[in-house]
């Protein structure tokens, strides 16, 4: 039974990737990830210049949910070079830059200065949910946004396959995919944080977080997820590969994601559930359903569903 | 698919039942209620508008909790202008405890408002008939935290140190760890909380001598249970927040930036 997928001419042992903004700090944090099992790394947001988040409680959980309100703190290029450069000099699995700007021209110059850096993937967060008082609606809510950062990062990025990282919280993720398609993107990341929500303290009845509200991940936004990637798949023609992720705890889930068109699958919250180990316990998990059920590789699983419905069909 | 182990990680307000001031910079809240915490777990401390901060606890003996804080940033120094009745968060505990055995003979080390925890430890060691040796460092005499606390125990011997020789050996703490160690009756382990500059000193020294030691490391934290990963340590890439903060001492000595540097919370390196 064979986990490797390849995307884009980069090889991933499994489908596992450690999803931005967990965990994603340093080198030393990655290789840590990668030694826990994880196919693939995706580093937290990264800013052209210092960027501050918000204070504290920032990340607050329940068995159900999380909801994070960290505001994209970054130290800025110089970090990101120091980081990705070690990592670089010893790299045990592929590894995703995630780029995040205030502006669609700075998210062309950000891609600029980090595809030098020879990430695999470059990410691009157009759907942070937890900016919005200082940045407005996230790029990801508007069909002509999106494309315009998609069409600013591509045509600085070279060889360096670019996925659009996209927000659940639209009307039609489809549309906004197609656009982003057309305008050159390489492939998506579906999906990021959901809502935003709320949460109360009774006794001060203020809001916990101090960014008043979070984007929502955790097991909870799991079937969000699966539809937004099965609509993704769809309105781009099952063409363009789909990192899935959003409430991932178990290998059966992912093993869903992948049926929904995803090829790769994002693990973030679920290290707050499941501990460290959790991307070694998916892959057991994934293997242990892929071997009881004949299946020899889980390539042949991306966009399943989509297969069943159309055989399925009068 | 849920678990139980996450019901402590929303915050929880409640009214401080009392307060006590230290010393001029040093207060400790008392909450009636307990989180089952052990000796050198720490809980995020929300003081609700303003910010949450990591604060060891200082005692927590299944009825009442108590912190005990300096007051040295904006939020701390907003936290100590409340008063009883006044509702502060509470969310943990979290990370790794002191570890003993009963009867064993141990050495606390503790710097400052260190003190707190090494007196948790004290008193949940001397339940378990451990004999103990607490060395209570400071500044000067009107820094030293717990020292009637620590006298009141079972079993306890205290020795001070002061940097200024207002009160017991004049220099660090370290100074009579160290003659402690190379005396006759080593003892079986040795645990230590205060500054990193002093922890470094405690681990060289146990290292040296061979004894088993535990120190309390504290990086930068947010989430304060390992998803956020603003406190992993080089080069291990461990997070402090579960891994921590009681680490053992040839943990800590794979820890380059142990004594070195630490991150703040953009990432961003500082030298100690």
Redesign the interface.
Known sequence: MSLSQTVRGVTFQNPTVLASGIWGITASSWRRVAANGAGGITTKSLWLAEHKGHPNPTIISTPHWTLNAVGVPDAGLEKAREEIGDYNKKKPVPLIANIIANTVDNYGKTAAEIVQLQPDFLEVNISCPNVEDEFGKPFACSVRDASAVTKAVKAVSGKIPVFIKLSPNVDDIGSIASACAEAGADGFTVINTVGPGMAIDLRSRLPILANKVGGMSGPAIKPIAVRCIADVYRATGGKFPIIGTGGIMTGEDAIEFLLAGATLIGIGTAIGYRGAEVFRMVCEEMTAWCEAEGVKSVTELTGGMHRALSSSRP | ???????N???????IASVKRETEQVTSFTFAVSLGAKPGQFV?V?L??????PMSIANDDGKQLQITFFAVGDTTKKLALLKKGD?V?L?GPFGTHYEWKPKQHLSLVAGGYGAAPMFFAASEAAKDQCTLTAIVGARSKEHLLYLDAFAKLKGTTVSVATDDGSQGHKGYNVELLSALLKGKKKPDQVFACGPERMLVAVSDLCHEQKVPCQISLERYM??G??????C????????LCTDGPVVKNELARTITEFGKYH?D????KHSL
């Open positions: 698919m849920t678990c139980g182990c996450c019901h990680r929303l915050p929880v307000t409640h009214r995020m929300w609700p508008g303003v910010d949450e901060v509702l968060g969310r947010k989430c249970y390992g998803l956020c990963g603003n992993t340590v080089d080069p291990l890439g461990i997070r991150r919370h953009l990432g961003k």
